[in-house]
């Protein structure tokens, strides 16, 4: 559970396929909450590192929506569930790590252990956000499905999850994104 005055008021776990938005959702959010009320964590970060310590490749690049990051994707997912299959909570412990601000987006919840993990670790302030695009919205951010990335578990473990505690639609509609945005924003005021 959260630990008075030491743990977050509010977890976020964000979750969507590829160029759904996450990203931009995440960003919108605590642009409008405050750096010093907000954090943006990202799940990918500490393994990234990772991986790039241990395959010595340059870390700043894999965090990028660029090619040289898509190079390396596959290996990446394959090497990352080799690690969550010894330890699930691995990039999760680390992510939070020092983290004191009280609102934790995390933008990249990709797996039904990362859910867990953040539930067991602070409970009732853990809620599940699921943001989705229509395939062509996504497309026309730059998708391209790729087999072996978007058919595995890191684009699909959470698509039967079902029990989201918010949907962000963002098929393109900037009015129809602000009001939801804001709807979660209320919410996340509310727990300040």
Not at 131 to 141: F, T
Request: some cysteine.
């Amino acid at each position: 559970m959260a630990q008075r005055g030491g743990g977050p008021r509010l977890v976020l776990l964000f979750s969507g396929k590829r160029k759904s938005g996450k990203d931009f959702v995440t960003e919108a959010l605590q642009s409008r909450l405050g750096a010093d009320t907000c954090v943006v964590l990202r799940l990918s970060g500490p393994l990234k590192e990772q991986y790039a310590q241990e395959h010595g490749l340059d870390f700043r690049r894999l965090l990028d929506a660029s090619t040289y990051k898509e190079a390396y994707r596959r290996d990446m997912i394959l090497w990352g569930e080799e690690k969550r299959q010894a330890d699930p909570g691995f990039f999760c412990r680390k992510t939070v790590e020092g983290v004191s601000q009280p609102v934790w987006l995390v933008s990249d919840t990709r797996r039904m252990s990362d859910i867990q993990w953040f539930r067991e670790a602070y409970g009732a302030v853990t809620q599940t956000v699921r943001v989705v695009a229509s395939e062509q919205s996504r497309q026309q951010r730059g998708w391209v499905f790729t087999p072996g990335v978007d058919d595995g578990e890191s684009e699909c473990g959470l698509d039967n999850f079902g029990d989201f505690d918010w949907v962000i639609e963002n098929h393109g509609d900037p009015q129809r994104l602000e009001e939801q945005l804001e709807n979660l924003i209320e919410f996340v005021r509310s727990r300040l």
